[in-house]
């Protein structure tokens, strides 16, 4: 069960290498081809159980012939009976050449006293099988072998007698003064059908005959069968490799992409999304190569994140490398204070960046794992800006919160992080907005989703960066602000949490205004309220 790997270099002529140095060998243990071809099989192999109908048909035949074998030779010994002596031979002849047997008569010794054969009639003929072509002896064959398959009973090879009492049918007709009827088998795999009825005083009738018409219905029967078993096999044969290659080589393609994934081996996989295909199999195909996408995106957010922390780290510590430098050659106090004063800033503003790089870092898992529940953000926010007031106002910057319609304004989410949210959007219009400013936050339902709209009177956002102020360490801070007091990760830890929500943010300028910001969030309202 296990898989074996082979290196080789990259073909070029290769659609299915696609640049690859591994090629994937399956066992054939596993191997799909061979398991589709194997159900192929045992469904035909029920269809070739047609061989043992073949041999009960058969036996319906010999039963129906032998019961034919009985009445016939009943009625010969009746119409002999009745026709009397002196016209003996005549009636045998008659009787043999109308009903197509061979007819023999025999008294109570077992004595010939007539022979249809003898008499000129010869339609009892047996082959020889040295005599017949090689057909004969192949269809011979194959009827031996198909008997000892099935296990056919075997009837006794029929001989000529000399004397009546050695027919066992004519020997039972006579004592018994019963009906009997024997098959024997020619030696050219033939039925002979013997039957004996009784006449006169202790006489007996025996009629013979080749029932070369049985065989030669169930070969042909068996031919129609193996030709028939022999198409379908040979179709289904086809069709299994054709299923197969549709099948196996799409999995073993997207395997062998799979794989480099796994190892890494090309910056840039190329998962086939094997667009053609509109099955499973095509589902699957988009599926790996939408998950690839999204892992290598993932990576590369990953070494760009932790690009970037070290850039940022790199300044505080150099600033705070070079403080403690300078306390080691400066003698005067007021120079040591200030010096202190730029140690404790750039320790604060460490501490700030770890622990937002921390909750970044983090915030993608635990999104993952968090379970949702319905959060009320119009009442959520009433409750936010009720902390707020309760504060003070900062730099006598107000607050005014606007509920369009009645709500509730629900959501599925988690209270924790959509507070965290709103509070950052809050800081920043805050910060940006001028002394005795005001921020404006409405809440409205728009369709299906709610719509929170955060507005300041601050500076606005330029158009070329609205994009940009949305990714981790960046930050446009207004001019009077001293340098260092945001770590530039408020917006984009807003934004991941937004978006965990199946919701966007956007920032955008105000309509009324020729000044401030305008932040959206969209976030879609719980299912039960979608009617409300």
Same mark, same amino acid.
Request: charged share 30%.
């Given at each position: 069960?296990?898989?074996?790997?082979?290196?080789?270099?990259?073909?070029?002529?290769?659609?299915?290498?696609?640049?690859?140095?591994?090629?994937?060998?399956?066992?054939?243990?596993?191997?799909?081809?061979?398991?589709?071809?194997?159900?192929?099989?045992?469904?035909?192999?029920?269809?070739?159980?047609?061989?043992?109908?073949?041999?009960?048909?058969?036996?319906?035949?010999?039963?129906?012939?032998?019961?034919?074998?009985?009445?016939?030779?009943?009625?010969?010994?009746?119409?002999?009976?009745?026709?009397?002596?002196?016209?003996?031979?005549?009636?045998?002849?008659?009787?043999?050449?109308?009903?197509?047997?061979?007819?023999?008569?025999?008294?109570?010794?077992?004595?010939?006293?007539?022979?249809?054969?003898?008499?000129?009639?010869?339609?009892?003929?047996?082959?020889?099988?040295?005599?017949?072509?090689?057909?004969?002896?192949?269809?011979?064959?194959?009827?031996?072998?198909?008997?000892?398959?099935?296990?056919?009973?075997?009837?006794?090879?029929?001989?000529?007698?000399?004397?009546?009492?050695?027919?066992?049918?004519?020997?039972?007709?006579?004592?018994?003064?019963?009906?009997?009827?024997?098959?024997?088998?020619?030696?050219?795999?033939?039925?002979?059908?013997?039957?004996?009825?009784?006449?006169?005083?202790?006489?007996? #009738?025996?009629?013979? $005959?080749?029932?070369? +018409?049985?065989?030669? /219905?169930?070969?042909? =029967?068996?031919? @129609? *069968?193996?030709?028939?078993?022999?198409?379908?096999?040979?179709?289904?044969?086809?069709?299994?490799?054709?299923?197969?290659?549709?099948?196996?080589?799409?999995?073993?393609?997207?395997?062998?992409?799979?794989?480099?994934?796994?190892?890494?081996?090309?910056?840039?996989?190329?998962?086939?999304?094997?667009?053609?295909?509109?099955?499973?199999?095509?589902?699957?195909?988009?599926?790996?190569?939408?998950?690839?996408?999204?892992?290598?995106?993932?990576?590369?957010?990953?070494?760009?994140?932790?690009?970037?922390?070290?850039?940022?780290?790199?300044?505080?510590?150099?600033?705070?490398?070079?403080?403690?430098?300078?306390?080691?050659?400066?003698?005067?106090?007021?120079?040591?204070?200030?010096?202190?004063?730029? #140690?404790?800033?750039? $320790?604060?503003?460490? +501490?700030?960046?770890? /622990?937002?790089?921390? =909750?970044?870092? @983090? *915030?993608?898992?635990?999104?993952?794992?968090?379970?949702?529940?319905?959060?009320?953000?119009?009442?959520?926010?009433?409750?936010?800006?009720?902390?707020?007031?309760?504060?003070?106002?900062?730099?006598?910057?107000?607050?005014?919160?606007?509920?369009?319609?009645?709500?509730?304004?629900?959501?599925?989410?988690?209270?924790?992080?959509?507070?965290?949210?709103?509070?950052?959007?809050?800081?920043?219009?805050?910060?940006?907005?001028?002394?005795?400013?005001?921020?404006?936050?409405?809440?409205?339902?728009?369709?299906?989703?709610?719509?929170?709209?955060?507005?300041?009177?601050?500076?606005?956002?330029?158009?070329?960066?609205?994009?940009?102020?949305?990714?981790?360490?960046?930050?446009?801070?207004?001019?009077?602000?001293?340098?260092?007091?945001?770590?530039?990760?408020?917006?984009?830890?807003?934004?991941?949490?937004?978006?965990?929500?199946?919701?966007?943010?956007?920032?955008?300028?105000?309509?009324?205004?020729?000044?401030?910001?305008?932040?959206?969030?969209?976030?879609?309202?719980?299912?039960?309220?979608?009617?409300?």
């Amino acid at each position: 069960m296990a898989l074996r790997w082979k290196r080789r270099s990259p073909r070029v002529d290769d659609p299915d290498d696609e640049g690859s140095d591994l090629t994937l060998r399956w066992s054939g243990q596993i191997s799909l081809t061979r398991r589709i071809l194997a159900v192929n099989i045992v469904a035909l192999l029920l269809l070739a159980g047609g061989f043992f109908y073949l041999d009960s048909f058969r036996t319906r035949l010999i039963d129906n012939r032998v019961a034919q074998a009985l009445r016939e030779a009943r009625l010969i010994g009746e119409a002999i009976t009745a026709g009397g002596t002196r016209r003996r031979d005549e009636m045998v002849v008659r009787l043999a050449d109308d009903s197509g047997l061979r007819v023999r008569m025999y008294d109570a010794g077992g004595k010939l006293l007539a022979d249809s054969r003898a008499l000129g009639v010869h339609n009892f003929q047996l082959t020889d099988p040295d005599k017949d072509p090689w057909g004969q002896d192949v269809a011979r064959f194959l009827d031996a072998t198909v008997d000892t398959v099935v296990g056919a009973p075997r009837q006794p090879l029929y001989r000529e007698r000399r004397n009546g009492a050695q027919w066992p049918d004519a020997k039972a007709a006579r004592e018994g003064k019963i009906i009997a009827a024997t098959v024997w088998r020619a030696p050219d795999r033939t039925y002979v059908i013997t039957a004996a009825s009784p006449i006169g005083d202790d006489g007996v #009738v025996l009629t013979s $005959v080749n029932a070369r +018409d049985i065989t030669q /219905t169930v070969r042909v =029967e068996r031919f @129609r *069968l193996a030709v028939l078993l022999l198409v379908v096999t040979l179709v289904s044969v086809l069709l299994s490799l054709f299923l197969a290659r549709t099948i196996v080589r799409p999995l073993r393609r997207l395997a062998r992409a799979a794989v480099r994934v796994r190892l890494g081996r090309a910056r840039e996989v190329v998962v086939p999304r094997l667009p053609s295909r509109r099955d499973e199999l095509g589902l699957l195909a988009r599926a790996l190569s939408d998950m690839s996408l999204a892992l290598r995106a993932r990576i590369d957010a990953t070494e760009a994140f932790a690009a970037d922390v070290t850039h940022e780290l790199k300044n505080p510590l150099a600033s705070l490398r070079s403080a403690v430098d300078g306390l080691g050659r400066v003698t005067d106090p007021a120079l040591q204070a200030s010096l202190l004063a730029i #140690v404790r800033d750039d $320790v604060r503003r460490l +501490d700030r960046l770890i /622990t937002d790089i921390s =909750e970044a870092s @983090r *915030l993608d898992a635990q999104l993952s794992r968090a379970t949702f529940e319905p959060i009320d953000v119009a009442a959520m926010l009433e409750g936010l800006l009720g902390q707020r007031e309760e504060r003070g106002h900062e730099r006598g910057v107000r607050i005014r919160f606007d509920r369009a319609g009645d709500g509730p304004f629900t959501v599925l989410g988690e209270g924790a992080r959509l507070e965290r949210v709103f509070e950052n959007l809050l800081d920043n219009a805050v910060s940006f907005s001028p002394d005795g400013g005001l921020v404006s936050v409405a809440a409205a339902r728009e369709h299906d989703e709610l719509v929170v709209r955060v507005e300041d009177e601050g500076a606005g956002v330029p158009e070329d960066a609205r994009e940009s102020i949305f990714r981790r360490f960046q930050s446009i801070r207004p001019e009077t602000e001293a340098f260092g007091q945001h770590s530039g990760l408020g917006l984009a830890i807003a934004r991941t949490i937004v978006e965990g929500h199946q919701g966007e943010i956007v920032a955008e300028s105000r309509e009324d205004r020729l000044v401030g910001a305008r932040f959206v969030i969209r976030l879609p309202l719980a299912p039960s309220r979608l009617g409300a």
